[in-house]
């Protein structure tokens, strides 16, 4: 078993910045991909970005490429999601997922793991 817990979100101006954090705990191993997702009131789980925990390789969602960045600390057990130029559109809750293996998937229903999530509330 895997523990995720999110931390990082609130309230932010259009066009500013926000960091969110996921710690990992309980079993972790090299060969996990961890992602972010995202999911509006009334609409469905949105991938925003993952990272390959062993090689660090890196794969975003179309609509936060170019402002959003996905990293991970393994001494923290830790990944990080900086989301700079924040759009209205970004306000969701943003929950951290995780995976094993090593394919970048965007889907979902492919994540073993899910923290509780965090509010990202972006005004504009």
């Known amino acids: 078993q895997v523990q995720l817990v999110e931390s990082g979100g609130g309230l932010v101006q259009a066009g500013e910045s926000l960091r969110l954090s996921c710690a990992a705990s309980?079993?972790?191993?090299?060969?996990?991909?961890m992602g972010w997702f995202r999911q509006a009131p009334g609409k469905e789980r949105e991938f925003a970005a993952a990272i390959s925990w062993s090689a660090g390789s890196t794969r975003y969602g179309d609509s936060v490429k170019g402002r959003f960045t996905i990293s991970r600390d393994k001494a923290k057990n830790t990944v990080t999601l900086q989301m700079n130029s924040l759009k209205p559109e970004d306000t969701a809750v943003y929950y951290c997922a995780a995976r094993h293996g090593a394919i970048l998937t965007q889907l979902p229903d492919r994540y073993t793991y899910w923290g509780q999530g965090t509010q990202v509330t972006v005004s504009s």
């Open positions: 309980g079993r972790t191993e090299s060969s996990y991909v």
